[in-house]
């Protein structure tokens, strides 16, 4: 069974830094892209930072210079390291995995969440 497991979050003042991290449990074919989405009370579901296999990094503009995402040399962990918080930070962080299956085919898998907070 594929389970992300998430780890790291919690309450924090402005201008305070946390450390996410997400660790694959389980066999998959093929990672395509790791990575982070958030989602704010009353808020859609956005994404923060990817990562492909290769080590490209995709940063959303509103953290862009804040976070920065990583992976382990085992490649089952993405870490996304945050600095600089603002309030507006605040969310349900989700890890993210899309899995290149065989054929061209892909899945997605979602960790449960942790709760990231930022006091002002």
């Known amino acids: 069974q594929v389970q992300l497991v998430e780890s790291g979050g919690g309450l924090v003042q402005a201008g305070g830094s946390l450390r996410l991290s997400c660790i694959l449990s389980?066999?998959?074919?093929?990672?395509?892209?790791m990575g982070w989405y958030r989602q704010a009370p009353g808020k859609e579901r956005e994404l923060v930072a990817t990562i492909t296999s290769g080590g490209i990094p995709k940063v959303a503009d509103s953290v862009k210079g804040r976070f920065t995402i990583s992976r382990t040399n085992a490649k089952n962990t993405v870490l996304l390291q945050m600095n600089s918080l603002k309030p507006e930070d605040t969310a349900v962080y989700y890890c993210y995995l899309n899995e290149q299956r065989a054929f061209g085919t892909t899945n997605d898998y979602w960790g449960q969440g942790t709760q990231v907070t930022v006091s002002s």
């Open positions: 389980g066999s998959i074919f093929g990672i395509r892209v």
